[in-house]
């Protein structure tokens, strides 16, 4: 993995993994309070097909606000500009939770930039009549109240420390942190650690928290934006997923049956780092079947690129 910078009014830390020049470009965007530390379990594994790049939002990982907005939209095209910048057009978005929602509004927003989309376990409006897990629900009210939710993110990360915050988030996200990679942990561990003396840390994820429940709580706009995706789809949706529940994913592939959708058994909202195994297997049975057409898109804008630099050198 090399640790890399761009200038995008402002700096944008992202991690790139090399692969094959004639390979597809694959861009994996992390979710609420993530950073590229959320896809070291699988894309090394990515990286045998492809180039991977794993860029820090805006307020997130090691990117700072720099005068940036954290918002769903303001990211969303702070991620369309990183594709174009960094010559990934058109990629393969992977994206988790927040950051599934945001590939999503890209996919549709930006059809060009986008050859395929994996959405895993991405934030998308809850299926109505459905159940909703009581703890998730009292930790986001608390984030919409003005003054409630940066007290408690201040008392908590206090309280906390870096390691117990990590711990506590991985018992929220997996059935079982155990089957977490300790040496992924120690990196979330790293960041959270680096974050504490970030002063716009706290400002930036509850800017995006909010962000992103006013987008889910407007359902129909949100639907209408999933069905004007155009490319080739996969959902990959933990059956035990406390913040988005499986309901939600079903219902969205019964609106979409030109979509793939997998359910992992037993698994939480991170199953990219929970099974990364497991994970891995199913993208590849889908690039290799549904995805084909993804992948020879992007891998033919590629291998175009590689040949232009080739004769300009």
């Not at 990183?82 to 929602?101: C, H, Q, R, Y």
């Not at 870096?162 to 942190?177: I, N």
């Not at 509850?206 to 004007?228: D, G, I, K, Q, V």
């Amino acid at each position: 993995m090399e640790s890399r910078w761009i200038e995008l009014d402002g700096p944008v830390h992202y991690a790139e993994w090399e692969g094959p020049d004639d390979g597809p470009t694959f861009v994996l965007v992390h979710g609420l309070g993530g950073s590229h530390a959320n896809w070291l379990s699988v894309a090394p594994g990515l990286a045998r097909r492809g180039r991977v790049l794993a860029p820090d939002l805006a307020g997130f990982g090691r990117t700072p606000q720099a005068g940036r907005r954290s918002t769903i939209g303001a990211n969303r095209r702070l991620l369309h500009r990183f594709i174009e910048s960094t010559t990934a057009s058109p990629a393969i978005l992977v994206g988790n939770s927040m950051g599934g929602a945001i590939s999503a509004i890209e996919a549709a927003d930006e059809p060009e930039a986008v050859a395929g989309l994996v959405l895993v376990d991405a934030a998308i409006p809850r299926a109505l009549n459905s159940a909703t897990d009581p703890v998730v629900a009292a930790v986001f009210a608390t984030y919409l109240v003005p003054g409630v939710g940066e007290r408690f993110m201040r008392t908590r990360a206090k309280s906390l420390g870096p390691e117990k915050l990590v711990r506590e988030t991985m018992r929220l996200c997996c059935v079982d942190p155990g089957r977490v990679d300790p040496a992924v942990i120690d990196a979330h561990v790293a960041i959270a650690r680096e974050r504490t003396r970030m002063p716009w840390a706290n400002k930036a994820f509850l800017e995006a928290a909010r962000s992103l429940l006013r987008r889910l709580a407007r359902r129909e706009r949100f639907l209408a934006t999933l069905h004007r995706i155009s490319c080739p789809t996969l959902m990959l949706q933990g059956d035990k997923d406390r913040l988005v529940p499986v309901a939600a994913a079903r219902a969205v592939a019964e609106m979409r049956p030109d979509w793939t959708l997998h359910v992992f058994e037993d698994i939480g909202h991170v199953p990219q780092l929970e099974d990364p195994g497991l994970w891995l297997a199913s993208v590849e049975i889908w690039l290799e079947g549904a995805g084909r057409a993804a992948v020879s898109i992007s891998s033919a804008d590629n291998a175009r690129k590689v040949g232009e630099a080739s004769g300009l050198s």
